[in-house]
């Protein structure tokens, strides 16, 4: 009677919690998860520092001026006029840049930045993936919880009646003695679900780097193996069209490319012009002058090649990936294949069948038609039954959300 009460009253202090917070839906854990992950924030700033380069490569040289003043006499025999006999001049000069270089730096810093929004976007997804598998967890986490109070109920129900039997002298006292003995297991079976679901919890709100406590904390989303799913060929062509480190790839091979242009564009040798204006004593003097550096020994030669190996690199690169893909959708469908083989004989037959061998063999016994053993077996098919199949929707999610992975999508709201 002690363990009943104890248990109604864990049960209704879990049912009041439950009604006091509000849970929270997949969006709304995403939501929060991208305000307080520290690495997604970092990741805008280098979006953000990418964006500053793009400003100081378009930006053009510098005029520069010259001021020489020579030929001093100081110490000249006319004390009043110490700088008659001086030579002024003043120069202004400036760097022409040839061959687009300042539009070709330009081209490689906005790549840059492109480069750097798509690795967040991948960053996200891994992280959005982690997520959501704690979240499924989770969920799997309650729904275990919810069984196994069901079925300690269901347990404490047949107990109640066999009581009175015992009272009746239906059944003998050792019998029932046995039956209350094996009600340890459900409430073994309701405590497990009880931590599990708690350290699920822990583990979320440690990828949301949430500081709320865990009896006020509650997830909301859909437990079964009702999703629909793309064909492969379509998952495919969404996960080439969709993958932000593909699309990472193929920039940075674009990038490569401009940079190898810039790189023979800075083997030119830029001009400087220059103007100038002197002054000897009494007369005025006006000038123009040219100069530019003869690329004898440097062409940047060294650069040149190292952009046309950058080139090569970062196709193998962008090649991987791809092959990568073909392989994480493909292992994501014979996953999800190989947990759907399983899931669809629970929900067709061995759900209902042990559902039906459990309220039938449990009368049976009630009416003296069965033993205590095939009543004990009928208990524990139909618990493991429940059990497994809810670890298999678990597997599906979590096969399914490998696949969203894959292809760079959710498929599952």
Known sequence: MYRQLRLAVLLGGCATLAMAQQAMSWAQVKERFRQNNPNLAAGEIAIRESKANETTAGLRPNPVFTSANEQLNLFSLNPYQPLATGQYTQTLSYLVERRKKRPLRVDSARLATAISRADLSDLDRNLAFALRDAFIRVLQGKAILELSGENLKYYDHVLALNRERLNAGDISKVDFLRLELQRVQYESDLENARINLRTAKIALLALMNEQTPIDQFDVAGRFDAAVVLPEPSDALRAAMAARPDLLSAATAVEKAQADHRLAIANGSADPVVSADYGRIGPMNTVGLGFSIPLRIFDKNQGEKERTT????????????????????????????????????????????????????????????????????????AYRDAQLNYRNLIAGYLSAVNQLGMAMGTELVP
């Open 309 to 380: 190996l950058e080139i090569q690199r970062a196709e193998k690169i962008r090649l991987s990936i791809v092959t990568d893909i073909n392989r994480d959708v493909a292992s994501a469908y014979q996953s999800i294949e190989g947990v759907l083989k399983l899931i669809k004989p629970y929900q067709d037959r061995y759900l209902p069948e042990s559902a039906e061998v459990r309220d039938t063999v449990s009368f049976a016994y009630s009416k003296g038609g069965a033993s205590l053993l095939d009543f004990l077996d009928a208990q524990k």
